[in-house]
């Protein structure tokens, strides 16, 4: 938060420092609620004629509101600053002074309650954060020599065997060794359809075991769960300012003292120049009472809670729907994005790359060939990679995993198997190894021919023939482009290091406007530059795997399906949980709406200030008004900002 602000917005994230934070805020309301109360009853003192106790309760309810401003208006001074406490404590002063003790105690006291509100705000806002924390158990089952014992989930090491029991949840990162379940992932994920869990498949801790009992094997400490990681992420885009949260700021800085002249011109200047009834006195304490007025109206509150409230409110809402955006400076810029690049291979396209041909060159046997690509793929995130691992599983062959592996992104994988360097790849890459042959090319255009992708397979510096693959358009890509193009986006890319024909089809397949074959991770990046060129701020999506350097050029980097990899999550600006490219809309939608949220915001808090500075200055404002318009101000807003909340995915 800004100093121009009350500097309460700085809302804890962590549960302990929450849970303090949590107590202040009960503590404040009952300050609230009994400054209140006194006021009341001075009030009702007044009119039975009472003076000296009507004062009394006054004080009394001042004397309770005052503190805190007063601690805040000190920190502001000594930094040499003017914040809205200094205002609020001149303009109570100044009440004082003018014997106003129902206006003196009504304006601490609305301020109060302005203060309260914005804080409890931001906290709701921020707490669906928090709910993410608790997700997690803090127990779990856990099998250590035969015995199962509950343990705290701290305590768990990666190799432990974790025993899930129906309706339990997933307490780490962990593997199903043993039994069947659907595993729901949606409060984690924000995918609706629960998962098949079976021996192999990755559950994240905080999902919920459907009806089957499990046996796991953790994966991860606690602490290094992608709940754990998501969590901090939030936590981090949540401190992160948004360019045009500075900008307000600064603006509040520069204001601020800039209203203290005007208010001291308004009370000395008029008296001099503008005849009174009551003499000097009485045109002092007129104009003197304007002045305070205009200082309370002045008080930029609602115009600097306006942002955060907004942006947090955001973040939020897009963490419940698997959309982690790293900050608002990301949601602003997402929310300019006119052009928007698609990867192919696992992002337009589902990760599920089927094996359709085998093809070995005389003298190797097919077998041999899946087998020397399985071994060097062992360790490869890439599809085609974990496709290849696949078949030669499926096919029960035997294989141990090559050591040295090394990817060559765009390009293939190439690792030592059987003492011996094996090579797995594009056409272009054994071209510029020297690997070709004629038999090769042959069978590269058989497999080319028939729609499928050519990975070619050397063992030993010699070809063993080439592999076909082909993999499916992902559900929901139509659906998603047109949505992107009813949000404003004028340009649809596809970038692939595929063979252009591939990419063509499937960017035809998904509605794009120009698709580019056979690019290696640079070109991609030249390719983005141009677009930038052409068509405005650029968002690349891709599935973060040898994806970096292109989601770095473009202006917002967004991986999918980061759920269970670490890379992808650090190297985007916006991550989606799962594979589900609705969501690209989604979010693209939700930061449209965060900017126009905040454009209304400012405009409302704005123009309140300009009616009542005039009113103010006409004399038709009281003091207490002023702050109830201030206040108001900040309700209207938040109000307006926690609104982003619900907005929904389709
Ligand atoms: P895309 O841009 O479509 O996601 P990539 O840049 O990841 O494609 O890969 C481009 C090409 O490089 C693939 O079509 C394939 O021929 C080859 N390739 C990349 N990684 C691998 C790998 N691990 N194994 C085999 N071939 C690979
Ligand atoms: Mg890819």
């Given at each position: 938060m800004s100093e121009a602000c009350c500097g309460t917005c700085e809302v804890p994230l962590q549960t302990k420092s929450a849970d303090r934070a949590e107590s202040a805020r009960g503590r404040a309301f009952w300050l609230v609620v009994l400054a209140g109360l006194l006021m009341a009853l001075g009030a009702g003192a007044a009119q039975q004629n009472a003076h000296l106790l009507s004062i009394g309760c006054y004080a009394a309810s001042i004397a309770i509101s005052v503190p805190l401003p007063a601690r805040r208006a000190w920190t502001s001074l000594r930094g040499r600053t003017l914040d809205i406490n200094v205002l609020m404590l001149i303009a109570v002063a100044g009440a004082i002074a003018l014997s106003d003790w129902l206006e003196a105690a009504a304006v601490v006291w609305l301020f109060g309650v302005a203060q309260w509100v914005e804080v409890l705000s931001l906290a709701r806002a921020r707490h669906a954060i928090r709910s993410l924390v608790t997700l997690a158990p803090a127990e779990a089952t856990v099998r250590r020599d035969g015995i199962d014992r509950v343990v705290p989930a701290e305590q768990v090491v990666p190799g432990d065997i974790v025993i899930l029991e129906p309706g339990e949840r997933v307490p780490v990162d962990a593997t199903v060794v043993d039994g069947e379940s659907a595993v729901d992932q949606s409060p984690l994920t924000g995918e609706s359809w629960p998962i098949d869990a079976q021996p192999g498949v990755d559950l994240l801790a905080g999902s919920v075991n459907g009806t089957g009992a499990l046996e796991l094997r953790a994966t991860r400490a606690v602490a290094d769960s992608a709940l754990a990681r998501i969590t901090r992420m939030v936590e981090q885009a949540q401190r992160q300012r948004a360019p045009i949260q500075t900008l307000v700021d600064r603006f509040a800085r520069r204001y601020t003292p800039a209203v203290v002249c005007l208010a001291l011109l308004v009370a000395v200047v008029p008296p001099f120049f503008v005849a009174t009834s009551g003499g000097w006195s009485g045109a002092f304490a007129l104009w003197g009472y304007r002045a305070l007025a205009l200082l309370v109206v002045a008080c930029p509150c609602a115009l600097v809670i306006s942002t955060p409230v907004s942006v947090v409110s955001a973040l939020t809402a897009a963490a419940r729907h698997g959309v982690l955006i790293k900050g608002g400076s990301h949601l602003e810029r997402l929310a300019s994005v006119t052009c928007v690049v698609f990867d192919k291979t696992?992002?337009?396209?589902?990760?599920?790359?089927?094996?359709?041909h085998v093809m070995a060159v005389d003298g190797a046997s097919e077998d041999g060939l899946l087998t020397v690509a399985a071994s060097l793929e062992?360790?490869?995130?890439h599809p085609i990679g974990r496709a290849i691992v696949a078949r030669a599983r499926g096919e029960g062959l035997r294989f141990e995993p090559g050591s040295g592996f090394q990817a060559l992104p765009g390009l293939g994988a190439e690792a030592t198997v059987s003492a011996a360097a094996a090579v797995v790849g594009s056409h272009r890459l054994f071209h510029a190894r020297d690997l070709c042959t004629p038999r090769l090319h042959q069978q590269i255009d058989h497999v080319e021919h028939g729609g499928a992708t050519a990975v070619l397979v050397a063992h030993a510096g010699a070809a063993l023939g080439v592999l076909g693959l082909t993999d499916r358009m992902r559900d929901g890509g139509r659906q998603a482009v047109s949505a992107l193009r009813a949000l404003g986006v004028t340009r649809l890319a596809l970038l692939s290091g595929d063979r252009a024909r591939n990419a063509e089809a499937a960017s035809a397949g998904a509605g794009l406007d120009e698709a580019h074959g056979d690019l290696m991770p640079e070109e991609k990046v030249a390719h983005i530059a141009r677009l930038r060129e052409a068509y405005g701020p650029v968002a690349m999506i891709g599935d973060g795997i040898n994806d970096a350097p292109a989601l770095a050029a473009a202006d917002v980097g967004i991986a999918m399906?980061?759920?269970?990899?670490d890379v992808a999550l650090e190297t985007a600006d916006v991550a989606l949980m799962?594979?589900?490219?609705?969501k690209l809309p989604y979010a693209l939608r939700l930061a449209k709406a965060t900017l126009r949220n905040i454009r209304f915001n400012v405009a409302l808090a704005l123009g309140l200030k300009v009616a009542f500075v005039i009113l103010a200055a006409a004399g038709l404002a009281t003091l207490w008004m002023a702050v109830l318009a201030d206040t108001g101000a900040s309700l209207l807003v938040t109000a307006s900002s926690l609104r982003l909340l619900r907005l929904r995915t389709a």
């Open positions: 696992g992002t337009l396209t589902d990760g599920r790359v089927n094996v359709t062992t360790r490869s995130e399906g980061v759920a269970g990899t799962t594979d589900d490219l609705s």
